[in-house]
Each structure stands twice: as C-alpha cells, then as structure tokens.
C-alpha cells in the first residue's frame, strides 16, 4: 500500500515572538516493512537555522530556531511512503510471558530497540499496581505472549470510552484510567503501563490511521488523524509487535508509522520554547490518502 501524507501544523500567538527553537518529528525514515518514496518540510516563517538529524531512537529530528520576530508558526510536512507489512505472526505460537519477561530482563543489549527501555516507569507512564491488577487476568501462567496482550487490548475496547473532551495532552495516565475515558493517547500510554507493571516491554508508537468514509459520503480532506498504538516485544525471533487499543485492532496497512519511543514525550510532533507573553493557538490538519500513480 502506498500513501500519500500532508500533515499541517499552524500556530497563532497573541504577541510577537522574538525567539523560539523548536523540535521537529514529522518525517518518517525507512524502516522494516515502511519505504520513504518522496518528503519535503515547508516552514513559514523560514528559520533562521535549521538542522536534521536521528534522535536515540532513530526517529527523524528537525531542529529550527527562529530569532526574527513572529505572530505565527506554519509547518507542513508532506511525504509518499509504501507499506509491506511483514508475515503475521500467530499469537498462540509467542512464547509464554513468563518467558518473554525473563528473556527482556536478561537482555544486555542498549540498541535502540532493545526491549530494556521499555521495561521502567518513564515521564508519562508510572508502574502501578491498578494496572498490574487489570492486567493480570488476561495473563494467567503460561499464557503466549501475545494472545494475552491482544486480550488486555479487547479489555480497552470493552471497558474504556474514547471521549476527545476527557483529557488532554498532559492528563495523567492514572487519572484516565480511574475514568476509563480518553484519547489514542491515553490508551497507548495506560496499555504501555499495564503491560511493563507485568515486567514486559511495551513502547508507544505514533503515526497515522488512514480512515474510511462511511458508504456513500465523501472522503473530507483533513479529516484523517495523527495517530497512536503500542508495541509489545514479543522475544528474540518474534520481535516487536503493533497493537492499536484504541480500536482493538492490530495494526496493520491503515496504520503509517512515524516515531518510536517510550511514551508521547520521546515522539511529540512538535517540541520547544518560545518567548510569548500572550495566549497562543494551533490547528492540526491531517491528510493520508492512496497514492494514484502518475500524481
């Protein structure tokens, strides 16, 4: 499957802003499984310097400062990647999370997707024992791996609400959790928690989700969705694999990878300080439509 993507981000502050530096992650790189076929960045204003790099993690970085004065911030991103997702794996033939949890803790390995990042308590995601309690009864002993994470991720779909009023950027995970209402966000970052309180790596993965429009309308552009899961280690040979508790799904060719890291802050889209002494605004426009070859 080949996409074509245009994310547009757009900021509006109250005042001039004499100064600001900002943390780009709005490009893919190529990855197992995802080719990047064309990118382009259009920045308005045009910054005064500008720099492209890896983070830790291997995600794409820009890095812009901005040292004229400025009422606004537009950012556009826009690139072609092909999806060929990889063979799926059987969840009854993982290893058994016992297993799983030892082989991680056993790990010696500090590459950037090794699983011993994933097992701690990190800036959004608190080890907890209300997590490890819901958790728990999806993974009896024995049970492989990834059939009891696919069970806790049909425990979301069953227990959890998505209410786009319930949170924000910075609600706790906790605190979504005991309302049991939230966002992509929230239940990636609840998922990831419950799973590591087990011992077992989990990762927060951000993207896009190509949605669908229902029969008979048409397809609005914008209206696609920056997106969130979770990646679950299923050991040595298995790897990691893509979990989307927010629709109880696996993911698959509607779901575009971006960034990898252990919550939202290791993958925020756009990152900085600025200088302002007045309210500010943003839009977010998101597009991900089909490629049609000869466009």
């Not at 790189?29 to 790099?53: C, H, K, N, W, Y």
């Not at 609005?220 to 040979?237: P, Q, S």
Request: glycine share 8%; with cysteine; hydrophobic share 40%.
């Amino acid at each position: 499957m080949i996409y074509d993507i245009r994310q547009t981000t757009s900021y509006s502050y109250g005042s001039y802003v004499p100064f600001a530096a900002h943390v780009l992650r709005l490009m893919p790189l190529p990855q197992p499984g995802l080719d990047v076929l064309a990118r382009d960045m259009l920045i308005d204003p045009s910054p005064s310097e500008f720099s492209a790099t890896r983070d830790f993690f291997g995600n794409a970085t820009t890095h812009i400062t901005l040292k004229a004065p400025h009422n606004r911030l537009t950012v556009e991103s826009r690139f072609t990647v092909a999806l060929t997702p990889g063979p799926l794996v059987v969840p009854e033939e993982t290893a058994p999370w016992e297993a799983v949890r030892r082989a991680a803790q056993a790990t010696t390995s500090f590459a950037a997707r090794s699983p011993v990042h994933q097992i701690f308590a990190s800036r959004h995601v608190p080890l907890d024992a209300a997590f490890l309690d819901y958790a728990r009864a999806e993974f009896p002993s024995g049970r492989p791996v990834l059939a009891g994470a696919i069970g806790l991720m049909e425990m979301f779909r069953r227990d959890f609400r998505y209410d786009p009023g319930a949170t924000d950027v910075m609600t706790p995970a906790r605190e979504a959790f005991s309302t049991r209402r939230g966002v992509c966000q929230d239940f990636a970052h609840i998922m990831i928690g419950c799973l590591r309180s087990l011992g077992l790596p989990a990762a927060y993965v951000s993207g896009y989700l190509r949605t669908h429009p229902l029969p008979g309308m048409p397809r609005l552009e914008g209206a696609d969705a920056m997106h969130a899961w979770v990646a679950v280690w299923c050991g040595e040979g298995v790897g990691w694999q893509e979990l989307d508790p927010t629709n109880a799904m696996r993911a698959g060719t509607d779901h575009v990878p971006l960034a990898f890291g252990r919550d939202y802050s290791d993958v925020s889209p756009i990152d900085g300080v600025i200088f302002d002494s007045g309210r500010h605004s943003v839009a977010v426009a998101v597009d991900v439509r089909e490629h049609q070859s000869g466009a």
